[in-house]
């Protein structure tokens, strides 16, 4: 086995290397904070929609019916009835992110109902276009605070997403920090 050892350098070997590792910062700074532009195809054509994730959360009871026809409609008229109540259009506002809670026994712990959430991830998905390509995360709960109250999930089988709605248009001014 070959072994290396370096040896003492000199100090002009030293700042050879911290003008490199300068230069090599400064690249990297350079390169981040390069600024890409694109030109607009035409005035006539509609820009992008640009959404902003709202913090104001709400819940909606799962249906223990998932089918299309039966749970993802009603599904679809809670949300559809949150966006009303915001004032929002239906065609500025969709849901973004939903935090689906599964609800356990006394028995049980609160993975139990993780576990029950992880597993009906899959039939939420199918039972509406809104939630086909949202982002879900899953957690166990007996009850959970949502928008300062307290709501519950409900024991062993029972279902409850906290949801956020994406907005296109002004500026939100929402509270976000309760």
């Not at 008229?77 to 992110?97: D, Q, T, V």
């Not at 879900?136 to 949502?146: C, E, F, I, P, Y």
Request: include cysteine; aromatic fraction near 6%; proline fraction near 6%.
């Amino acid at each position: 086995m070959a072994r290396f050892r370096r040896r003492a350098s000199s100090a002009e070997e030293g700042i050879g290397w911290i003008y490199a590792d300068l230069f090599l910062a400064l690249t990297i700074v350079g390169l981040g904070s390069a600024v890409i532009t694109t030109s607009s195809p035409s005035s006539s054509a509609e820009a992008p929609k640009v959404f902003q994730l709202s913090c104001a959360e709400f819940s909606v009871p799962v249906p223990a019916n998932l089918s299309p026809a039966s749970g993802g409609k009603k599904i679809e008229a809670a949300i559809g009835a949150e966006i009303a109540n915001r004032g929002w259009a239906p065609e500025s506002s969709k849901p973004g992110f939903a935090i689906v809670m599964g609800g356990f026994s006394g028995s049980e712990g609160p993975g139990a109902g993780d576990g029950r959430a992880k597993a009906i991830l899959g039939q939420l998905r199918k039972s509406s276009p809104l939630l086909s390509q949202i982002e879900m995360r899953t957690a166990g709960a007996r009850s959970v605070r949502v928008n300062g109250r307290e709501t519950s999930v409900g024991g062993a089988g029972s279902h409850l997403m906290v949801v956020y709605l994406l907005f296109s248009g002004p500026q939100l001014s929402e509270d976000c920090t309760r």
